[in-house]
């Protein structure tokens, strides 16, 4: 029984591979994915095992001198075969500038071609080719093709270093300080150069002139998008009956005062290590800098349901600074976190007192807010969408990465010459240095604690218990109309 199943299984696989052979197209591109496996062609050495051994050196060499592997760029190579008919392989600077602007995602181009007679003696004229890689190298493609009427060979390598899409989880890595960006305003696409010492970042287009992504770093050296340091802070309080939506922000923002006791980042001689705190942060260390207490301030606020932006800008001629701006009954107020307890006598109106801040960059929990036209003098309007235009970082990323990964190229017409001996060309994309991120939060504004007269009751607000190692009270003090 066993060995009938057997002749029939035998039979049926021999009635398969005769219809096969039978099939005119089936048979065809069976001998073609033969001829592809083993690199067959007259002489038993063909195209494809050339670009295996291509790459089988090049990652030898790398491994003597423990760099990385370079990969197979599959899209430059498959672009490659599709458009080098048409480029001039004489002429690489050209070819280079070609790719660069066709696949602007690398960063460093290095190209080289040679031909011969003989396919297999190609490898060594490449020999120079390999030790010119450096260690940041991640890409290549290789394209082969037939010379003088079939009689040689040419093959081309394109090497390069292919950028990461910026994020600060990548930018948090600190594996490498060039990214690629899309800016979300103009379609842009760059290579980005970050410092990586560096703590405050504002993403900036060169051609909008539009920022499209602020950051600043923990304590830790982590990244976020500035309005992710707004996490839903919402402490426990206790509000009277009677309070108004403006006496519930004179409360808090009290509060805030008096439970974040103002210090110059422990960095102030060091923009660079500059480090932000989220609300529940700087609560419990009960000190921050103007953006610590800012974020601190609004995050409280929004939970509480205002209308509320953290600006980051500068005071007068001071420099950088941070501050809360909320809406409460169709009236602008600026909520200033490094002074003194607010003074209701004196309401802080952005008509009075705003004409020496000025804000770069406004944001809230879920966006920030970039001036539309940066060059246009800011005219006291924190809100309106003609003035400030609303982004979305992390949407705006994977928008930007499905567009990338739809997107073809554009061939350009060009003719194909013949030549011997290896020719070398390189280029490097331009880093625009205004993409350079800029460093924020530098100078505080420093100016004098006033106590205001208290026409304000005192009552408790309820903050959350610090941590066991403080020594500080666990409920605060804070001003309630009379
Ligand atoms: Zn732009």
């Not at 880093?431 to 100078?443: G, P, T």
Request: hydrophobic share 35%; aromatic share 10%; net charge neutral.
């Amino acid at each position: 029984m066993k060995r009938i199943l057997m002749l029939v299984l035998f039979l049926g696989l021999l009635g398969l591979g005769y219809t096969l052979l039978q099939n005119p197209n089936m048979s065809a591109s069976t001998r073609i994915w033969v001829g592809n496996m083993v690199g067959a062609t007259e002489s038993g050495y063909g195209p494809d095992q050339l670009k295996v051994d291509i790459v089988d050196r090049v990652n030898y060499q790398r491994t003597l001198k423990k760099y990385p592997f370079v990969r197979v760029d599959v899209g430059l190579e498959q672009w490659m075969d599709s458009k080098l008919e048409e480029l001039d392989t004489d002429h690489l600077e050209a070819l280079t500038q070609n790719i660069k602007t066709q696949h602007p995602r690398y960063y460093r181009l290095l190209a080289c071609t040679a031909s011969s007679s003989q396919l297999q003696s190609l490898l060594s004229e490449f020999q120079d080719f390999f030790q010119k890689l450096d260690q940041d190298t991640t890409h290549m493609a290789v394209h082969v093709s037939r010379i003088a009427a079939g009689l040689g060979y040419r093959a081309l390598i394109v090497t390069g270093r292919k950028l990461e899409d910026f994020s600060p989880e990548a930018l948090s890595e600190r594996k490498t300080d060039v990214f690629f960006n899309t800016c979300p305003h103009c379609g842009y696409e760059h290579a980005c150069k970050v410092g990586l010492d560096q703590r405050g970042i504002n993403l900036e287009c060169s051609k909008c002139l539009r920022s499209y992504g602020v950051l600043a770093a923990d304590e830790k050296g982590t990244f976020r998008y500035v309005n992710e340091f707004l996490t839903g802070y919402h402490p426990p309080a206790h509000f009277p009956y009677d309070s108004d939506p403006l006496h519930q922000m004179y409360t808090i923002w009290s509060a805030v005062i008096r439970h974040c006791a103002y210090v110059k980042d422990t960095s102030r001689f060091n923009a660079k290590r500059d480090a932000w705190q989220t609300a529940l942060e700087t609560q419990t260390k009960m000190r921050g800098d103007c953006e610590d207490s800012s974020v601190f301030l609004a995050d409280w606020l929004l939970a509480r349901g205002y209308q509320v932006r953290v600006a980051l800008g500068h005071y007068g001629d001071m420099g950088g600074h941070a501050w809360c701006v909320a809406k409460v009954g169709g009236i602008d107020y600026l909520l200033e976190s490094t002074e003194g307890p607010p003074d209701p006598a004196k309401p802080p109106y952005v008509a009075d007192i705003g004409n020496r801040y000025v804000p770069d960059t406004l944001f809230d929990r879920d966006a920030i807010y970039v001036r539309t036209n940066p060059r246009d003098r800011f005219n006291g309007d924190y809100w309106s969408t003609k003035h400030w235009t609303r982004i979305q970082p992390r949407e705006l990323a994977e928008q930007a990465l499905a567009k990338n990964s739809g997107k073809k190229a554009k061939p350009e017409s060009r003719t194909v010459k013949a030549k011997s001996t290896p020719t070398i060309a390189s280029r490097t994309a331009d880093v625009d240095q205004k993409q350079s991120a800029k460093i924020l939060m530098n100078v505080e504004v420093m100016k004098g604690i006033k106590e205001g007269q208290m026409e304000w009751q005192i009552t408790e607000v309820v903050m959350p218990e610090p941590p066991a190692t403080s020594a500080q009270p666990a409920t605060a003090k804070a001003l309630t109309k009379k």
